[in-house]
């Protein structure tokens, strides 16, 4: 997937005191035929599939540039000169604490993390180059998945191994899906009409792929996903937790380099198989989790899939909440799973009704109604307050949250956008010891 960049404020006289007013987004859903490119200004969304050959990244985001030049209707932009900032999503940022502007240092960092995430940074940076390359005037700044968990203590960070190689090798919990925690705990908050710094939470960001996340006076404390989003809740083709050992009676070469391997991307058997080849489809053939979480399942397989799925977000619940003191305002869904399956959402409750949570099954099913609902109560009403529940007694909510990953990237992007002169020493935080990591 490419996403096309953020235009900012640009041909005027100090472009960065102005922004335009319109925001563009656009995506190709694959690389593969049928190419289905989506794009949007404001409200004016289009869908299409395209002819053009499109074969790697860099061309899909040379392909999303061209759209936006040629029809952006933004007098603003008019050509690459004219954007200010380049905002991407890179999935493992490592020890960044915050957002980082590309710089030698930086990049040469996320270089080393490559490692660490092979499915998801070396196309990042492959955008990054393409980015610089093509759009040089431009500041860019890369945004990560793994800044919202570095408020984690280090007894959940640090995995039971010798010190001296976890240093070498960067190995510990970093967690993902950051922006979207970010995003529902602010918007929780508001909904909720209480500071950040005193919200507590356990979100489920449930979709393809899913975590969950428990966060105390608004920030992380922990996550369900590990050194890679490997860890934690199985997904369409992720395995979740399972018993380190069972890859090596799976396959006698769970360490040999898989087909997908290239100079540049060392993806291990064992890897390819616990990616991409476990998960939910792994048992029933398919990705889509509508046809599992339903009240007639297709095959004893499709229902043992979703009973595995509640009882392993259930099984996160429980341990979170004990981590939270007990003291949870709210149990949130979201993602595309989370906030569409009011199946899902029953069970889990009815699982978890020992802690506190309880909801209104008539507001259940209705789900979220409106593109411009962000949270959505589906708390039981007038239930009274369980022991495990909250320990100010109070009755947990329970949350939809229509998620947006993109709008904590905007957020961002019209900060910086104010900034000016400062952004650098604003958004290059420290980095650690590149030369440890092996490439």
């Known amino acids: 997937m490419a996403r096309g960049p953020h235009p900012s404020k640009s041909r005027s006289t100090n472009p960065r005191n102005r922004r335009s007013n319109s925001h563009l987004h656009g995506w190709l859903a694959s690389l593969h035929p049928p190419r289905i490119f989506e794009y949007s ?148 908050a508001e909904f909720l009409k209480q500071p950040i710094e005193s919200t507590n939470v356990v979100a489920l960001h449930l979709g393809s792929g899913a975590s ?45 380099s898989s087909p997908e391997s290239t100079e540049d991307m060392h993806i291990s058997t064992a890897e390819r198989i616990l990616n991409k ?62 906030e569409k399956s009011s199946l899902l959402r029953e069970r889990v409750v009815e699982k978890c009704r020992c802690l506190g949570f309880a909801i209104d099954p008539d507001v259940n099913g209705r789900g979220v109604v409106g593109e411009r609902v962000t949270v959505t109560d589906i708390s039981e009403k007038g239930a009274a307050a369980k022991s495990m529940g909250t320990g100010s007694g109070k009755q947990p909510r329970v949350l939809i949250c229509q998620t947006d990953e993109e709008v904590s990237k905007g957020d961002f992007m019209q900060f910086i956008s104010s900034q000016g002169p400062s952004l650098s020493r604003l958004a290059s935080p420290t980095m650690g010891n590149v030369s440890g990591r092996k490439n």
């Open 277 to 338: 080849q476990s998960g939910w489809k792994s048992m029933t053939g398919t990705t889509d989790f509508s046809q599992i979480a339903t009240k007639t399942p297709e095959t004893d397989q499709h229902r043992l899939a979703f009973e595995i799925f509640i009882d392993r977000i259930a099984g996160f619940i429980g341990n979170y909440v004990v981590k939270l003191d007990g003291r949870v305002d709210a149990l949130v869904f979201a993602g595309g799973i989370g």
């Open 41 to 188: 200004k404001g409200s004016n969304k289009q869908k299409k599939e395209i002819q053009d050959e499109i074969s790697t990244p860099q061309e899909a985001f040379r392909y999303l540039l061209d759209h936006f030049l040629k029809h952006s209707e933004l007098e603003e932009v008019t050509g690459k000169d004219d954007f200010a900032y380049l905002c991407h999503r890179v999935v493992h940022g490592g020890d960044f604490e915050k957002e980082a502007v590309i710089t030698e240092g930086s990049y040469r960092y996320l270089q080393a993390l490559k490692e660490l995430a092979p499915l998801y940074n070396i196309s990042s940076l492959e955008i990054i180059d393409t980015c610089l390359r093509e759009i040089p005037k431009a500041k860019t700044v890369a945004y990560f998945d793994t800044t919202f968990h570095q408020s984690m203590p280090d007894y959940v960070k640090t995995y039971p191994i010798k010190p001296e190689k976890a240093r070498e090798n960067w190995l510990r919990k970093y967690g993902f899906h950051g922006t979207s925690y970010s995003f529902i705990v602010r918007s929780v």
């Open 212 to 256: 969950v996340c428990a966060v105390q006076n608004g920030k992380s404390i922990d996550t369900s996903m590990g050194l890679t989003p490997l860890s934690g809740l199985p997904g369409a083709t992720r395995s979740g937790d399972i018993d380190p050992s069972l890859v090596f009676h799976y396959t006698s070469g769970a360490g040999k």
